[in-house]
């Protein structure tokens, strides 16, 4: 059983999450709208991805016997001025996100509460992954600058990007 204090922190983590995903489904629409639809893919994957972190935090909360409260979700920037400044934004937020998680642990260690500790490694390593990728991105937008053409190769790999679930159907 969890104590209520870790269960309200991992129910903020949901709101969180959920709004990753309000957010980067936000920047999917904007590359739609500039018709970047390889970046749109590359977001609209990640939006994916987000709604499953929450889902992974809901099932653990289930799991231990605590309620899920759903918290509203605020609204998403909708423009940003170029396909560099989103990414920009997406590494700020993924520093938040970051930040979030190792609360969440300092929590988890102070409650002494293992499972919920142990729970969350798997969201630590995935913020490196996480702000990883969207320094790559950031690094790339850089090298390729104002070139169009460089712009659509980079539209073209980012296209490429497949959804894989690391949920097991259990849990989805
Ligand atoms: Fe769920 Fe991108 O952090």
Redesign the pocket.
């Known amino acids: 059983m969890l104590k209520v204090e870790m269960a309200d922190a991992l129910n903020d983590q949901i709101r969180e999450?959920l709004f990753?995903a309000h957010l980067y489904l936000s920047m999917s629409a904007y590359f739609e709208s500039i018709g970047l639809k390889g970046f749109a893919n590359w977001m609209m994957i990640?939006y994916r991805?987000?709604t499953e972190?929450a889902m992974r935090i809901y099932h653990y909360l289930v799991s231990q016997g605590a309620r899920v409260r759903l918290q509203a979700i605020k609204e998403p920037q909708s423009d940003w001025a170029s396909p560099l400044e989103v990414f920009q934004a997406t590494l700020k937020h993924?520093e938040h996100?970051t930040d979030c998680i190792n609360k969440l642990v300092d929590i988890a260690e102070e409650l002494k509460d293992r499972a919920t500790n142990n729970f969350l490694q798997w969201?630590i390593d995935?913020?490196v992954e996480?702000e990883e990728n969207a320094r790559q991105i950031i690094n790339r937008l850089k090298l390729v600058d104002d070139n169009k053409n460089g712009l659509f190769m980079l539209d073209k790999e980012l296209g490429q990007r497949q959804f894989v679930s690391e949920m097991n159907n259990n849990n989805n």
């Open positions: 999450e990753s990640q991805e987000e972190h993924e996100i969201f995935e913020q996480e």
